[in-house]
């Protein structure tokens, strides 16, 4: 009993530095911000209370709902994009398929980058004179699909969630091999001496003993989406006319360049707040699904 009591207390006392640091520097301004929600202010001078005036006014905001479409893009393709293909790219990883350096070095490059860099190569790639994928097209004979990619606002969108979900498979592809590797090889070989196939042992062991890591990787994907910034901001700085503004660029404009600080944390409340509501959705779904 001493011993187990003595156990804990080390462990607590291993993790307390992190947990201090990870209240001072996330938990504690997010209240901090959405106290400043319920206030008019410049970031200079004194705050005045006006209530939910901030978020009344984001809520009927055009804008704020063009950018909240926007992220739900992002998210669609984070969730039916990356988490698929990390873990198709996994399961083809383990398997000791012949490709398998060039998958790790076009997956995992990524990684050792930052996102500013990403979005200045993908910049380079839809470049309407000089770009490689209208080159590319030309090369082909498909010069009448040219076009400005990122300066079209039907397509803008779509044509940034190709670099996101590039640039984050990588972490979810490591979450799957590592939950792969923790499936017993004896569970495989016993189905296969009783004739299941690899479709069944993939739906019928695979995945029900890796379902765990699938949600928190889903969960990932919905609490980066929403954040997203840098990549966007790089690319397109929200434009053309809004059509890629996110609701963490709208955020950023209304902040730092409208001075307008109790505005932009109202508005950054309420990603904490959809966040929250989209994940608790998506538990809620993927536990009904399994039952």
């Known amino acids: 009993m001493r011993i187990g009591t003595a156990r804990k207390l080390f462990i607590g006392f291993g993790l307390l530095p992190s947990v201090l640091l990870y209240a ?77 350096r060039f998958v790790r070095a076009s997956v995992f490059m990524p990684m050792v980058l930052s996102s500013v860099v990403i979005g200045i190569i993908w910049s380079y790639i839809y470049q309407p004179q000089i770009g490689l994928l209208n080159g590319i097209l030309s090369f082909v004979g498909l010069e009448e699909w040219n076009r400005a990619w990122l300066s079209d606002p039907s397509i803008a969108m779509w044509m940034i969630a190709i670099p996101i979900i590039w640039n984050f498979i990588g972490p979810y592809l490591i979450m799957f091999l590592a939950a792969l590797s923790s499936i017993p090889q004896e569970l495989n070989d016993a189905a296969a001496i009783d004739g299941a196939t690899r479709t069944r042992r993939l739906f019928s062991i695979t995945l029900p003993m890796i379902w765990d890591t699938i949600k928190v990787a889903i969960v990932l994907c919905i609490s980066g989406s929403l954040k997203a910034f840098d990549l966007i901001y790089v690319m397109t700085k929200g434009g053309p006319a809004h059509a890629t503004e996110l609701l963490a660029s709208y955020m950023y404009n209304n902040t730092f360049n409208v001075y307008r600080y109790g505005y932009g944390s109202a508005v950054s409340t309420l990603i904490v707040i959809i966040s929250l509501l989209l994940i608790a959705g998506s538990q809620i779904l993927m536990r009904r699904n399994n039952q």
């Open 24 to 100: 001072v520097f996330v938990v504690v301004p997010v209240f901090w911000s959405a106290y400043y929600g319920f206030m008019d202010w410049k970031g200079i001078g004194e705050a005045r209370f006006i209530g939910f005036d901030n978020y009344v006014e984001a809520l009927s905001h055009d804008i704020f709902w063009q950018s909240l479409g926007n992220n739900l893009i992002v998210v669609a393709a984070s969730v039916f994009g990356q988490v698929p293909l990390a873990l198709l790219l996994a399961l083809l990883l383990s398997q000791g398929t012949w490709f398998q």
